[in-house]
């Protein structure tokens, strides 16, 4: 057996059963959603920080590609009440550290009370609590990880979807999760998955009908990029964003961002709809939020709990983005429609050609 330390910011160090060796650091976050492990393991968004379930059994219906969202496991290391083996296979072939047999009740309940936190981390056979103290000294805070664009996006355009269709839409990759490029594909629009710091120059080269900011780890002021372009083509062509890009797209348009206590991370965060007064549930993974929106967007969803905000809108320049993920995967699928909603702004109607079996997107030859 493993031996493993978990060093919480708050001074205390947690025994734990090491499930994946290693050692390291990270902040400290939950995520109440029960099903759904593969989708958030391969969750960009998850990068540079350390992810607990707080559903006790993780890894009870195995692991398979078909369901992951990029290539590689992005928390740091994971932290469960039980792994099953076969998830724990996983952890060891990505070197991902891994831990259970830890109550996870207690620490989540601290993370509520005291807000995410740093923590260190070290598993293996000769490990001794005081190197995860000296693995927690080492961790920044999340928004001093400037360069963290760079370890999730694409390196090169790549295009997903008909060569041939008639919309193209620019999908700056901040962390993109699959799904995002499955639902835009399955609606028949090509899709140019382009880096994270793509140029306005580079952006005019492949001329897009829509502009659409992904979501994506830590601070959104890190991703100055992606900024620029909102600033550089709103009001040009239509723009929308989710998670990441609603927060990028605010912050471009005179808005604000801020660090929540610990965030959202779920499956079942209500959102309400203002005009329609309708709530539906949602997928969230999200430590920042809109503060103020500024004076070019409008707030049109809000979350239920805490009145944050879900959606903005602004209906005369095209813009339009969520807080959640409207991709849901993992989670539920009652906001879908935001996809068409989008793609509606630029005149194309997507609605009837959906299918939602969403087989895979392919890469279109170029
Ligand atoms: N899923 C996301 O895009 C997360 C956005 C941002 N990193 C946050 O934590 O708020």
Not at 140 to 147: A, F, K, L
Not at 320 to 331: C, K, L, M, S
Request: aromatic share 6%; glycine share 10%.
């Amino acid at each position: 057996m493993l031996d493993a330390y978990l060093a919480l910011e708050d001074g205390r160090v947690i025994e734990a059963r090491g499930r994946a060796p290693g050692r390291t650091r990270g902040e400290l976050v939950f995520t109440t959603a029960y099903t759904g492990y593969e989708e958030s393991l391969t969750d960009p968004s998850y990068e540079e920080q350390v992810l607990t379930f707080s559903y006790p059994l993780i890894g009870n219906y195995g692991v398979r590609s078909e369901r992951f969202e990029s290539e590689r496991i992005h928390p740091r290391a994971a932290i469960a009440r039980e792994f099953t083996d076969e998830i724990v296979e996983w952890f060891n072939h990505e070197d991902v550290p891994a831990i259970d047999h830890i109550d996870t009740r207690e620490l989540v309940t601290s993370i509520r009370e005291e807000g995410a936190m740093n923590c260190g981390i070290a598993v293996g056979s000769d490990v001794t609590p005081g190197d995860a103290t000296a693995e927690l000294d080492q961790c920044i805070s999340m928004s001093d990880h400037i360069d963290i664009g760079k370890r999730v996006t694409t390196v090169e355009h790549t295009t997903y979807g008909g060569a041939n269709a008639e919309v193209h839409v620019a999908l700056i990759d901040c962390g993109a999760k699959m799904s995002i490029v499955d639902s835009l594909v399955e609606r028949g629009v090509a899709v140019h998955v382009l880096p994270y710091d793509t140029t306005p120059e580079m952006l005019t080269e492949v001329d897009p009908d829509l502009l659409f900011i992904s979501n994506g780890p830590g601070d959104p002021a890190n991703f100055e990029a992606a900024q620029t372009l909102v600033e550089e083509y709103t009001g040009e062509i239509p723009i929308a964003g989710i998670c990441l890009g609603q927060q990028v797209v605010a912050r471009a348009l005179g808005g604000t961002t801020e660090k929540m206590n610990f965030g959202h991370r779920g499956v079942n965060q209500p959102v309400r709809d203002l005009d329609s007064g309708k709530v539906v549930m949602t997928t969230q993974n999200h430590g920042y939020t809109v503060g103020d929106p500024g004076e070019t967007l409008n707030v049109c969803q809000i979350n239920v709990n805490d009145g944050t905000a879900e959606g903005l809108t602004n209906r005369d320049l095209d813009v339009i983005t969520r807080q959640y993920h409207p991709e849901a995967h993992p989670g539920p699928h009652d906001s879908f429609g935001f996809f068409d909603e989008v793609l509606e702004m630029t005149g194309q109607d997507t609605a009837t050609e959906t299918d939602s079996s969403s087989d895979r997107a392919v890469i279109a030859d170029n």
